[in-house]
């Protein structure tokens, strides 16, 4: 890809990566469905894998409550129509059951240049990033 064409590419998906946060903060529905492409596919921090459809249909229910969302250390690689987005996400909130979501989380965000030019979002997986502790001891060798 030539220079300029991933310095416009970069700035396009900073621009969507910002617009995905502020959807998801806000609940936003309309704004989420225009950035995921109809073939999306998520899996969950807790291993959960969710279809479009089901992904927004869990934003549209409200069952979590983001009071904060932090993105650093973002990192993006270009493979022709193809943009993979690596980032750390600080985040404070709960779930419907009243868990707590609060923690550090390690996500990867993948975008397809569609053949109207446009990027959306085929795929996102996200990881909670645990703090160091003692490991639990393995009961398989007694």
């Known amino acids: 890809m030539p220079l300029a064409q991933k310095h416009e590419s970069r700035h396009e ?12 903060l806000r609940s936003d529905t ?4 225009g950035l995921l492409a109809d ?3 998520g899996i969950t921090a807790n291993g959960t894998i969710e279809n479009k459809d089901q ?5 549209r229910s409200g069952g ?9 250390e ?9 943009a993979v987005v690596i980032s750390l996400a600080e985040v404070q ?21 569609d053949e109207q ?11 909670r990033i645990r703090e160091p502790g003692p490991r639990h001891k393995n009961n398989f060798h007694k």
């Open 74 to 82: 973002r990192k993006v690689r270009f493979y022709e129509k193809t």
């Open 117 to 127: 030019g446009e990027w959306k979002i085929v795929s996102f997986e996200a990881s």
């Open 64 to 72: 979590r409550h983001i009071t904060s969302l932090t993105i650093s």
């Open 39 to 41: 073939d999306y596919i």
């Open 13 to 24: 998906i900073d621009q969507l990566e910002d617009d995905w946060r502020n959807a998801f």
């Open 55 to 59: 992904a927004l249909a869990k934003l």
């Open 93 to 113: 909130g709960t779930n419907a059951e009243g868990g707590d979501l609060s923690g550090s989380y390690r996500y990867m965000r993948v975008y397809i240049r």
């Open 30 to 33: 309309k704004a989420m469905d």
